[in-house]
Nanobody
Framework: QVQLVESGGGLVQPGGSLRLSCAASGSISSMYVMGWYRQAPGKQRELVAAITSGGIINYADSVKGRFTISGDNANKKVYLQMNSLKPEDTAVYYC?????????WGQGTQVTVSS
């Protein structure tokens, strides 16, 4: 069984920064995609950023230039550095790891951007 443990959410003022962390454990393929998704109240879950085990990165247009995803392959960890946060970034952020037909989710961490 694969488990994902997230940390780093919280309350921050507009313009502030947060860093999310996610650690995956269990039986995991050597080739995978790890990513961060978010879901705001009343909205669908959306991709924020993803990184492959080979280092290919993808960002949602809404976070380009503000968020940075990075990964630690050896330890199956992924990080999301979030800068210049906006109220519209408020959501529950979920970590995901997937390969072939498998997809696993973390429990989610709340990020609230408010003054």
């Amino acid at each position: 069984q694969v488990q994902l443990v997230e940390s780093g959410g919280g309350l921050v003022q507009p313009g502030g920064s947060l860093r999310l962390s996610c650690a995956a454990s269990g039986s995991i393929s050597s080739m995978y995609v790890m990513g961060w998704y978010r879901q705001a109240p009343g909205k669908q879950r959306e991709l924020v950023a993803a990184i492959t085990s080979g280092g290919i990165i993808n960002y949602a247009d809404s976070v380009k230039g503000r968020f940075t995803i990075s990964g630690d392959n050896a330890n199956k960890k992924v990080y999301l550095q979030m800068n210049s946060l906006k109220p519209e970034d408020t959501a529950v952020y979920y970590c995901n790891i997937r390969w072939t037909m498998y997809s696993y989710w973390g429990q989610g961490t709340q990020v609230t951007v408010s003054s």
